[in-house]
């Protein structure tokens, strides 16, 4: 790997965890039905997690072409 | 290459090529078999695209992790009969995503290992409002045992949080506190969430509160030697 994480800090172990191994990423299922209605009232967490916080993980998700699902 | 014919195994060449190897196998699982590593061929740059937007990390290993997601669904085509309900491309992306998820822990756990110097590592108070404090340095003879004990701490962090996850999805009204949670671990403040969700202050209080309950209960149970979160364990006063 060409990038190692720093890690110097117990703040950056939460980072890793969250940002890179996806510990709080939704559900496979619910990430689906957020694409469908991204602006329904039960998608407000993943809302924050992909539009505000950015998660890496499932905004590639969501950017995989439709119909290779 | 790919050649349709009942008697035969793909073996996967570097970097994603494929080579034809024969074996017997039943019509029904040649059938499989051939329309895996058509989806897998027709979508693999996608698939690699998509690897490194997800791990950018792992940039350099997309192939190798492809190479070994369309080898763990083609096992499981040849001895279990498998086909997904979900589509192949769509599983081997649920597979590569796990296998990513493994390397990322595989090289945590290294380098935890390998970090010597340097590292400010006693604060693990996930109770704190958030995990960005500054922490006093540990001295030279503690940090190997710091090491050690930061990759552990990593890896059970990671699988509690999940966890959480889960536990929030099944009831819609823990969304809330599932959110409210993740803006306190990426450093917002509770006036900060409240104002970002819309809720009183005192709702978002009590919210972090049961999420943070709920992490430590899980911490507790797993770390039953209490030597991977110290000051989780700790007393008032101590």
């Not at chain 2, 590593?37 to 992790?65: K, M, N, P, T």
């Not at chain 2, 390998?114 to 340095?137: I, Q």
């Not at chain 2, 962090?157 to 803006?183: N, T």
């Amino acid at each position: 790997m060409s990038e190692p994480p720093p890690l110097d800090s117990f703040a950056e172990v939460v980072r890793w965890v969250i940002q890179e191994l996806g510990a709080l990423c939704p559900s496979a299922e619910r990430l689906a039905a957020y694409r469908k209605h991204p602006q329904a009232a039960e998608h407000h967490d993943i809302r924050y997690h992909v539009e505000q916080a950015g998660c890496p993980i499932c905004r590639a998700e969501l950017q995989i072409t439709p119909g290779t699902r | 290459m790919v050649v349709n014919r009942p008697f035969r195994t793909v073996i996967l060449t570097e970097r994603g090529g494929t080579a034809i190897w024969g074996c017997p196998m039943s019509g029904d699982a040649a059938r499989r078999e051939a329309e895996l590593v058509a989806a897998f061929s027709a979508h693999q740059s996608a698939l690699r695209h998509w690897l490194v937007q997800a791990f950018g990390r792992l940039r350099d290993e997309v192939d190798d992790i492809l190479q070994d997601a369309l080898a763990e669904v083609l096992h499981r085509v040849r001895t279990e009969a498998f086909s997904p309900q979900m589509g192949w491309v769509g599983y081997l992306r649920v597979v590569a995503r796990h296998r990513a998820i493994d390397r990322l822990r595989d090289w945590e756990r290294r380098l935890f290992r390998g970090l010597g110097s340097g590292e400010a590592w006693r604060t693990d108070d996930l109770t704190r409002d958030s995990p960005h404090v500054t922490d006093p340095r540990p001295g030279p003879a503690e940090q190997a045992v710091e090491a050690e004990r930061r990759g552990r701490q990593g890896l059970l962090l990671s699988e509690v949080l999940e966890e959480f996850c889960r536990w929030c999805e099944s009831r819609p009204q823990r969304l809330p506190m599932k959110e409210a949670y993740e803006r306190s671990l990426r450093g917002e403040q509770p006036a900060q969430i409240a104002a970002g969700m819309g809720l009183p202050a005192h709702e978002v209080y009590t919210l972090l509160n049961q999420a943070r309950t709920w992490v430590v209960q899980r911490i507790r149970q797993a770390d039953v030697d209490r030597s991977v979160f110290l000051t989780l364990h700790r007393r008032k006063g101590e």
